[in-house]
């Protein structure tokens, strides 16, 4: 098992775990807690499973980087809509489905 | 076997899963912190140091920040307000 | 060489406009469409003009050839997008640029989030590259729940932070899916992963991610539990966006995704699947829409069950013979068109008789047949073609599903189209209905402005006219697809 | 509550399960992307092969990134002009940590230029970079040092498109001898890089410094909000 592979699995686990958080929890921090979580698992799939047997790539850093910046722009812009929604309604959680 | 490697991805499954547990809000954005500073670290591992940087001053750094200060909009003292029990956990 | 400069200006110039827009002053930012829309629609034409001319073609941004850089495809599908989106976008504009002036100034952000929103769009009908999908794909999500969240009532803000989770999962599954893919492959080109593709458990997982992530964004039942509120609390020209164009790229993306793997990789038991789920949202979002009491409800739960219909294409396409799937894929293009344009028209003609009432309750347009023709005329013409009905373009995207489904000997779906017909039919009879009753409930009626309901009839006669005309767009988008020009 | 548990249990298995399925059994893959980046690496204009994919080979990615950020700005601007907000009251009055910030804040931009120099041979570059502006700059709000360039909204709108802009302007003017988008000549693709990265890095640390800045400050409460709601129906 060379040591990208376990990157790689631990990234499995991470957006395992993550996508369960990301479900099972009400509080919309939480939520967004889960979703950077499942992003860095997915983020280390995919460097740790490219450079697996392969050696460094870079293409798939590029692509993290992109990835991370993206991920900080929906949390952001997540966080402005919570911290709104809050504002108005006093709740930190969605209203459930009629 | 790369013993190493192998602690410190069992540590960020193990950090990531107090974050997501946590009881007290507070402690669990921290703990997001650590486990971002330790995704860094995996980054360090994977010999890709630009991901490293990124994630220690974009992910872990900037969204702890923006995270925190959420928290604390969400914890001001106020005044009557009793009716969301989620937030007093 | 002109040619090269009409692909980049499809997105650069929606991002140039989205950022100026920012720069200028409130009132300005609606006079910038006067710049944009003519210079997009040239560009669209032009496109056009050189597919038909020189056949599609790859362009390579950068210069750097497919598996190290960026291509983009410009073949008869992502130009018959563009011109779609260019169509209804502008429209969408002209509207909103009249609609807007009752809401406050900050319903001007709805200009700089319209262009990035487009070069979003843009960007994804061009796309060969599958992480670059992914790029475009936040680009457009973000702009749609931005869109969403513009009013900043309660009910809007919740609406975008439940769209905006579902957009955010439906992106990392995808992001996860195209981890896989190149952990396989080592390349992101669709060209390449074509070549490459073969059966294994890695792809099957990855497009199961992939699938799973796009349904999601696309919102085919059971996951649209997002999509009634964005799109039917949001501004009106935000919600004939979102629901004529936006969930379309996410269908787009899986439409491409599924040829590129090929028949050896995409399983008959999944297209079933697919074609099942859209079968479910045919029947239950036809039957949610006919149990709504607010307008623009309706029209929302209508998009749920014309999703259904788009589904199709993969039980239609996967493992039948070359005749059927191109009726299949001939049946499905008209019918996305088709429904962009009339889902458009409709949204839009619904705004226009809530603004002619003063409520959204279906109920409070007792009587309204006789105040505004117009408006509800509009609503008809763009009814008729999401009920299926001759001559209009959903009429010829059925009649071509019908024939594939036939031809491969799928009778099943058979009942899908017949049935769904007959729920769009209900709901749109029901908002009918209570027009032309005569009541006590209102004897007059606000009077919108001309350009709110010239520019939906505008769209509704094109939801008619391409049904007519169906022959040419059906070869334009044949050109450069596996399923040949003729 | 205990239904969503379970299946949000049962998917997260699901997911997982067929995850490491993928995992064990993924074949290597025959294109070698590695080998074709090294290959270009001398026509890339930059000696970093990161900052060569990030800039050069897919700088579309790039551009379209910068997009997503701009739009998390976009929407939080929008937001905050139809929620209005009282002025903020920020700053926490320490006279220590203001003595910190002095000798801090120039070594903070002494970090930044270094990192952004740096992309184009070794880890570094506009990301990184503008984060650490960033960080300059909410640490000058911490300490209620009250700029009035970072106030004035026309300047720090400009600054925002900055760096899209240039990244554009760049990409459409070296079309010019009829080469495709964001082709850039060899002999100056070093320096339309570091020209694209320098207005990159302002606009970025700008826009992680505005979407720390354009949420609703401490000041506001719900009660308030809905106190309001309740005067104009």
């Not at chain 3, 003519?38 to 496109?47: H, N, T």
């Not at chain 3, 599609?56 to 190290?68: D, K, M, S, T, V």
């Not at chain 4, 003595?99 to 801090?104: D, E, F, N, S």
Request: hydrophobic share 55%; glycine share 10%.
């Amino acid at each position: 098992m060379s040591s990208a592979l376990v990157f790689a699995w631990s990234g499995v686990l991470l957006f395992g775990l993550g996508l369960f958080g990301f479900i099972a929890h009400r509080h919309l921090l939480r939520r967004l807690l889960a979703f950077n979580i499942m992003g860095s698992g997915s983020f280390l799939v995919l460097i740790g499973l490219a450079q697996d047997g392969r050696g460094v790539d870079h293409v798939p850093h590029a692509m993290v980087i992109t990835g991370i910046v993206v991920a900080v722009a929906s949390t952001a812009l997540a966080l402005v809509v919570f911290r709104r929604w809050y504002r108005a309604s006093g709740r930190t959680d969605l209203p459930e489905d009629t | 076997m790369p013993w190493l490697d192998l602690l410190l991805g069992l540590t960020l499954v193990v950090t990531a899963g107090m974050a997501l547990a946590a009881r007290d809000m507070f402690r669990a954005v921290v703990m997001f912190i650590v486990f971002g500073l330790l995704v860094a670290l995996a980054w360090v591992r994977l010999q890709a140091p630009d991901i490293a940087l990124a994630e220690a001053a974009i992910g872990a750094g900037l969204t702890g920040v923006l995270l925190l200060d959420t928290l604390g909009y969400l914890r001001r003292p106020f005044g009557s307000r009793v009716d969301n029990p989620e937030e007093r956990e | 060489m002109i040619g090269l400069w009409s692909v980049p200006l499809l997105f650069a110039l929606p991002l140039a406009l989205g950022i100026l827009s920012l720069l200028v002053t409130p009132a300005w930012r609606p006079r910038l469409i006067f710049v944009g829309l003519p210079l997009l629609a040239v560009a669209s034409f032009d496109v056009l003009a050189r597919l038909v001319v020189e056949g599609p073609r790859i362009y390579e941004l950068g210069g750097w050839q497919a598996p190290l850089g960026i291509n983009l495809v410009v073949d008869g599908l992502a130009v018959g997008m563009i011109l779609m989106t260019t169509l209804v976008a502008s429209l969408c504009a002209l509207y909103a640029r009249v609609y807007l002036r009752d809401y406050p100034p900050s319903s001007s952000f709805f200009w700089p989030l319209l262009w990035l929103l487009w070069a979003g769009m843009n960007g994804i009908w061009l796309a060969e590259d599958i992480f670059n999908l992914y790029v475009g794909l936040e680009v457009m999500g973000l702009a749609a729940v931005g869109m969403v969240a513009l009013r900043a009532t309660p009910q809007a803000l919740a609406a975008a932070m439940r769209y905006l989770l579902a957009a955010l999962l439906g992106s990392l599954a995808y992001l996860l899916g195209v981890a896989l893919l190149y952990a396989t492959y080592g390349t992101l080109s669709m060209a390449g992963l074509h070549e490459a593709a073969a059966p294994n458990v890695t792809t099957h997982v990855a497009l199961a991610l992939i699938i799973l992530g796009l349904l999601l964004k696309t919102a085919l039942f059971p996951l649209h539990a997002w999509l009634p509120p964005a799109h039917g609390g949001a501004l009106t020209p935000v919600s004939a966006l979102l629901s004529a164009l936006v969930i379309k790229a996410s269908f787009y993306i899986l439409m491409r995704i599924w040829l590129v793997l090929g028949p050896e990789v995409t399983p008959i038991f999944t297209a079933q699947v697919l074609g099942v789920l859209g079968a479910g949202a045919v029947f239950y979002g036809g039957w949610m829409a006919w149990r709504q009491h607010h307008l623009k409800q309706l029209v929302a739960y209508s998009t749920v069950a014309q999703i259904g219909y788009l589904f199709l294409f993969f039980p239609l396409v996967t493992g039948t013979g070359p005749e059927a799937a191109r009726l299949a894929w001939d049946g499905t293009l008209m019918m996305l068109v088709a429904h962009a344009l009339a889902k458009a028209a409709l949204f839009l003609s619904a705004g226009n008789l809530i603004l002619a009432v003063g409520s959204t309750q279906i109920s409070h347009l007792v009587g309204i047949s006789r105040f505004r023709p117009m408006s509800l005329f509009s609503f008809g013409l763009a009814g008729v073609s999401l009920m299926g009905l001759p001559p209009s373009g959903g009429f010829t995207g059925k009649w071509l599903l019908l024939h594939s489904a036939i031809l491969s000997g799928q009778w099943w779906w058979l009942i899908v189209l017949f049935l769904g017909g007959l729920l769009s039919a209900a709901y749109i009879f029901k908002v009918f209905r209570m027009s032309f009753r005569e009541g006590p409930q209102i004897d007059r009626s606000v009077t919108p402005p001309l350009t709110l309901d010239v520019t939906a009839l505008i769209l509704a006669s094109a939801a008619i006219l391409i049904g007519l005309t169906a022959h040419l767009p059906l070869f334009w988008l044949r050109l450069g697809s596996a399923f040949g020009a003729g | 509550m205990s239904l969503r548990i379970v299946s949000a249990a049962l998917l997260c298995l699901a997911v997982t399960g067929a995850l490491a399925w993928a995992v064990l059994d993924r074949p290597l893959p025959e294109e070698n992307l590695p080998e074709r980046v090294a290959a270009a690496m001398p026509e890339s204009g930059v000696d970093h092969p990161v900052t060569a994919v990030l800039l050069n080979f897919r700088s579309y990615d790039t551009l379209l990134e910068i997009a997503v950020l701009l739009l998390a700005v976009v929407v939080a601007l929008a937001l905050r002009e139809a929620q209005p907000d009282r002025p903020e009251q920020m700053g926490l009055e320490n006279p220590l940590l203001r003595a910190v910030m002095a000798w801090l804040l120039p070594l903070i931009l002494i970090v930044a230029g270094f990192l952004l120099w740096a992309g184009s041979y070794q880890p570094g570059g506009a990301f990184q970079a503008g984060s650490v502006l960033a960080a300059a700059g909410v640490l000058l709000r911490l300490a209620g040092v009250t700029t009035a360039w970072l106030d004035n909204a026309t300047l720090m709108r400009a600054g925002l498109a900055l760096g899209l802009l240039t990244f554009l302007g760049v990409g459409l003017l070296v079309m010019i001898p009829g080469v495709p988008f964001l082709t850039y000549p060899l002999e100056y693709a070093g320096t339309l890089i570091l020209l694209i990265e320098l207005t990159l890095t302002l606009s970025i640390g700008l826009t992680l410094i505005s979407l720390f800045r354009l949420t609703p400050p401490y000041a506001d409460d719900p009660d308030e909000a809905r106190e309001q709601q309740g005067k104009t129906p």
